[in-house]
């Protein structure tokens, strides 16, 4: 739970990014996507990867919303 953190923690979690390798597997695999060269392994690890992703960006994104309401940083508008 975010709110447990302290807040450096959480202001670690802001900057939050997928791993520079996992990045270009994924962007590599969204490619072949688009051009419809996916095996079905590709496509069971796009969707390992996406779910790796979307993980990501909603804990950075709690930890955003957390940062705001502490006074950590200030809101984005």
Do not use: H, W
């Not at 997928?18 to 996507?33: F, G, I, T, V, W």
């Not at 796009?46 to 950590?72: F, N, P």
Request: proline share 1%.
């Amino acid at each position: 739970m975010i709110f447990a953190l302290s807040d450096e923690q959480v202001l670690v979690l802001t900057e939050l990014q997928m791993e520079s390798a996992q990045d270009a597997r994924l962007s590599e695999l969204l490619d072949r996507q688009q051009s419809g060269n996916l095996t079905e392994s590709d496509r069971s690890e796009l969707q390992t990867l996406m779910q790796v992703y979307q993980e990501g960006l909603l804990r950075k994104a709690t930890a955003l919303s957390e940062a705001v309401k502490r006074g950590l940083i200030e809101p984005l508008s």
